[in-house]
C-alpha cells in the first residue's frame, strides 16, 4: 500500500518565477492538505482540498494555488516567487473531510529553494 | 485562537535514559492531539494520537504521551531513549469540526549522546 507521495524531491527556482509542486494521496483517502515548513519551524496549513474544491485556507496570499484531480491527486502552485518562498513543502492526505480528529499521513516533502 | 506551545527548543538525553517532551495547548473544545517525528529531511511520521478514552496513549517505537485536561499538556515519554531517536518532533492539535487544519508547534530537537 503507497503511502503520500511527492514530487519532484528537490526544486531551486529564483526569484519571480512560478513552481508546481505535485501529490498523491495514500491509497482511499480523498482529502489532500499542503503545509510550508521554513527552516527550524513547525509546519503552517497552507489549503486543504476534498472533492476537487479548496475548502479551508490558512495565512497564505493568492499567490499560493492548487488544485485537486478527480483521482484525489494535488497540486500546489506559486507565483511571483519570493526568497522568503524557500521551505519544506508538505502534503498530506486524510479520509473524510470535516470529520474532527482525522489522522492525516504526511508524505516526504518537497524542498523548495528560491534564489 | 487555537495555539500549540513546545517550551523546548532543543533537549539533550543520554542514551538509555528516559525521555519528556512538553506539549501545551489552547484550543476551545475537546481536542484532537498527536505526536509526529520529523528525521532530517524527511515527512512527519505520526507516533502516536489521543481523541478521547484513556488518558495515556501509547504510540509507535515505544512512545507514550499522557492527556491532562486540567494542565492542558500532552506530554510526550519514552523510558529509555535510543541513539536512533534523535530527531525532531512536534505536537499538533486539531483537525477540529468546523475547521480542518492542524496546528502544530515549533517542534522540539532531540539530541541523544553515548
Known amino acids: 500500500d503507497a503511502g503520500v507521495t511527492q514530487s519532484p524531491t528537490h526544486l531551486i527556482k529564483t526569484r519571480g518565477q512560478q513552481v508546481t509542486l505535485r501529490c498523491s494521496p495514500k491509497?482511499?483517502?480523498?482529502?489532500v492538505s499542503w503545509y510550508q515548513q521554513a527552516l527550524g519551524q513547525g509546519p503552517q496549513f497552507i489549503f486543504q482540498?476534498?472533492?476537487?474544491?479548496?475548502?479551508q485556507r490558512g495565512n497564505f496570499p493568492d499567490r499560493f494555488s492548487g488544485h485537486q484531480f478527480p483521482n484525489y491527486s494535488s497540486e500546489l502552485n506559486v507565483n511571483a516567487l519570493l526568497l522568503g518562498d524557500s521551505a519544506l513543502y508538505l502534503c498530506?492526505?486524510?479520509?473524510?473531510?470535516?470529520?474532527?480528529?482525522?489522522?492525516?499521513?504526511f508524505g516526504p516533502g518537497t524542498r523548495l529553494t528560491v534564489l | 485562537a487555537q495555539s500549540v506551545t513546545q517550551p523546548d527548543i532543543h533537549i539533550t538525553v543520554s542514551e538509555g535514559a528516559s525521555l519528556e517532551l512538553r506539549c501545551n495547548y489552547s484550543?476551545?473544545?475537546?481536542?484532537?492531539l498527536f505526536w509526529y517525528v520529523q528525521s532530517p529531511g524527511q515527512g512527519l511520521q505520526l507516533l502516536l494520537k489521543?481523541?478521547?478514552?484513556?488518558?495515556l496513549v501509547q504510540g509507535i517505537k515505544g512512545f507514550e504521551a499522557e492527556f491532562k485536561r486540567s494542565q492542558s499538556s500532552f506530554n510526550l515519554r519514552k523510558p529509555s531513549v535510543h541513539w536512533s531517536d534523535a530527531a525532531e518532533y512536534f505536537c499538533?492539535?486539531?483537525?477540529?469540526?468546523?475547521?480542518?487544519?492542524?496546528?502544530f508547534g515549533a517542534g522540539t530537537r532531540l539530541f541523544v549522546k553515548a
Open positions: 482540498y476534498y472533492e476537487e474544491e479548496e475548502r
Open positions: 498530506a492526505s486524510s479520509l473524510g473531510h470535516g470529520r474532527a480528529g482525522n489522522t492525516q499521513y
Open positions: 489521543y481523541f478521547s478514552g484513556d488518558t
Open positions: 484550543y476551545g473544545a475537546t481536542p484532537y
Open positions: 499538533a492539535v486539531g483537525p477540529y469540526t468546523g475547521g480542518f487544519k492542524t496546528i
Open positions: 491509497s482511499g483517502h480523498d482529502t
